[in-house]
């Protein structure tokens, strides 16, 4: 029966270490996901930023030897 016990007890000990360790990835991964939306925040108003205000046409965009 003590064999038995310890035997449970030491499983449970890998399985808490294997939670903390999973928990910590995932908040490492969180972490990261909240930061790249920042970039990808910022990105987007730097393009809107950039874009001119006026619609353009397609004669715009012609290059100069035609």
């Known amino acids: 029966m003590d064999a038995r ?3 449970l007890e030491v499983k ?3 399985a808490e270490d294997l939670l ?3 928990n910590l990835t995932v908040f490492r991964q969180q972490q990261q996901i909240e930061g790249l939306q920042r970039e990808l925040r910022a990105l987007r108003e730097q393009m809107l930023a950039s874009m001119p205000a006026e619609s ?3 004669r715009d965009e012609i290059p100069p030897h035609y």
């Open 12 to 14: 449970l000990s890998f």
């Open 56 to 58: 353009r046409s397609l």
């Open 5 to 7: 016990i310890n035997e």
């Open 20 to 22: 903390e360790q999973l």
